[in-house]
């Protein structure tokens, strides 16, 4: 456009006409931005809504309709995640406003986010060139700014070749040829950087094998979904060695947090006797030693095991073993486990969880609003309070500041909770969980006489999560072989995150090296005691 057309026009009635049309074009724009901040608006007063929704159901999905709980959370979080996005489209690109509003509305958080320094980086740099442009003369530098942009490298496939030459000898004849390196899997084209990547992307990322041989087919690879499963079948039992040995080890420890969830399993026995679709309900086992709260030197570790059901037989079979304190929640599988054998000796001792109390009284304020729950909630939450001061602290220490905070807080918790059980329906809920606590009031307070132990079994809880997560993903395990797959994959990969662990990198490299190495230096390879090659090398130099 010239110079000439770019200026207004001299005739003051098309001057009027371009004034009218600027206000119509500016109406609109007006109308379309509060039509948008009133969707916008509305959509973060549903994701709240949401939000509390989502709250108060975890909280209440321990009860017995559980499962029917779960799958409403899973809806909602879906739901919310939607309204989120379209919060965030609905938006208008951050401009400088010509003018400060009256009352200036409070932008939405936006945490930046972190990268690690092992993350590579590329500078590039715009420079000006050495002559100014206004006036040619000569430019020095008087600073820079910088900014970042995180990028992502896509994932590739390749192909390596390996050629062993054949050479024979000019005076004996004989043939000489380099030995073919060792395979993760015999005979297998899976390399250990790939079959790493398809067990964490499974077991980690829950990320079924189906959409795997999608993601590969787009990297140029057509891999079936039966090759799939067989290599992390095979996967899985070469590692089978390692993970005996981590089992075994956090079973040495003398306290440890046990937790269990549901798994659907498929049987062919149940389809074949017509019974449903043939799927059943086994379960998942967790085993944590985590000695990290009060600094301990023991490296955490965590077991997982799976049975077809949930009878006590398989925990006494886990637990054979260990003897110790047990965290758990009020399983009465458990129960024969803190019993004293013939000699009176007690072998496993319990430690129950005041997060299973708690949320017990939660249930019953958030449904009757009832003010003697409140004050459970008020003075359990008092214990945890000074938990959250301690947390890091030495065995000792803990230890002191509870018999001198803590106990007096919970004696007097324990005679309120007598006082109010006589004063409220004995069929209630309210009087259940009293008794609850009441009932196990030595198991109650045994972290107030030992440092080493927590007040709740959350630890177990989080580790038992991402099973719950996977199975959203997985729907069910393949019979009873897919969930003992199941869980000795998650005992090497949460142990390895545990130790603070990329798992895929973990994983690639001991795949890549439990073929040759030597079965009693095993415990090399475990997650706290693992380094890479390429530091062994730097180490025996």
């Known amino acids: 456009m010239s110079e000439a057309s770019s200026l207004p026009p001299d005739d003051p009635a098309k001057l009027r006409a371009m004034i009218a049309a ?33 709250a108060k159901l975890q909280r209440q999905k321990f009860g017995a309709s559980s499962e029917k709980i779960e799958r409403e959370i899973e809806q909602l979080e879906l739901a919310l995640e939607a309204l989120e996005v379209a919060a965030s489209a609905a938006r208008e690109a951050e401009e400088e406003p010509e003018a400060e509003p009256a009352v200036a509305e409070p932008a939405p958080m936006r945490r930046k986010p972190k990268v690690s320094e092992a993350t590579p980086r590329e500078r590039i740099v715009l420079d000006p060139g050495d002559a100014c442009p206004a006036c040619g003369g000569e430019l020095r530098l008087v600073g820079e700014d910088m900014s970042e942009i995180l990028e992502l490298i896509s994932a590739r496939l390749k192909v390596i070749e390996t050629a062993r030459p054949k050479k024979s000898c000019r005076r004996c004849e004989k043939i000489t040829q380099t030995p073919a390196p060792a395979r993760p899997i015999p ?7 790939l079959l790493a990547h398809i067990l964490v992307s499974k077991f980690d990322d829950h990320l079924p094998l189906y959409r795997q041989n999608e993601i590969f087919a787009r990297m140029g690879a057509d891999i079936p979904a039966s090759t799939l499963v067989d290599w992390c079948g095979q996967g899985v039992r070469v590692l089978s060695p390692l993970v005996a040995r981590i089992r075994a080890d956090v079973m040495t420890a003398d306290r440890l947090h046990a937790d269990d969830t549901p798994v659907r399993v498929l049987d062919r026995s149940k389809r074949l006797e017509g019974l449903g679709k043939g799927v059943k309900e086994g379960r998942i086992w967790t085993y944590l030693r985590d000695d990290r709260p009060w600094g301990g030197t023991a490296p955490p570790g965590v077991a997982y095991c799976f049975s077809p059901d949930r009878k006590s037989a398989h925990p006494h079979r886990h637990l054979a073993e260990f003897s ?23 072998r496993i001792r319990e430690a129950a969880c005041w997060a299973h109390l708690r949320r017990d009284f939660h249930d019953v304020w958030t449904g009757t609003k009832s003010a003697i729950a409140r004050e459970a909630l008020d003075r359990i939450g008092a214990l945890y309070d000074i938990e959250r001061e301690i947390t890091g602290c030495s065995a000792e220490e803990r230890r002191r500041v509870r018999q001198t905070r803590t106990r007096p807080l919970a004696e007097n918790f324990k005679a309120w909770s007598e006082t109010q059980l006589g ?21 109650f307070t045994l972290f107030l006489e030992d440092g080493r132990v927590a007040i709740d079994n959350n630890p177990a809880e989080r580790a038992i999560k991402p099973v719950v997560i996977g199975r959203k993903n997985w729907l069910f395990a393949g019979a009873d072989a897919g969930g003992e797959t199941l869980a000795e994959a998650m005992t090497i990969i949460e142990s390895a995150k545990l130790s603070g662990l990329d798992p895929e990198g973990y994983l690639a490299d ?12 095993l415990d090399e390879l475990l997650p706290w005691n693992w380094a890479p090659i390429a530091q062994e090398a730097k180490a025996v130099a």
């Open 324 to 346: 110790g304190i047990l965290q758990a929640d009020a399983y009465t599988g458990f129960k024969a486990l803190y019993e004293p054998d013939t000699t009176g000796a007690v």
């Open 510 to 521: 001991i795949l890549a090296r439990i073929g040759d190495h030597k079965i009693n230096r």
């Open 187 to 193: 005979r297998s084209m899976a390399g250990p950087g």
């Open 22 to 54: 600027l206000e119509a074009e500016n109406a609109a724009m007006r109308a379309e931005t509060t039509r948008l901040t009133a969707v916008l608006k509305a959509h973060e007063a549903l994701v709240q809504a949401l939000q509390i929704r989502i």
């Open 423 to 443: 004063r409220v329906s004995g069929k209630s809920a309210l009087a259940k969980a009293f008794r609850y606590a009441l009932r196990r009031w030595p198991s």
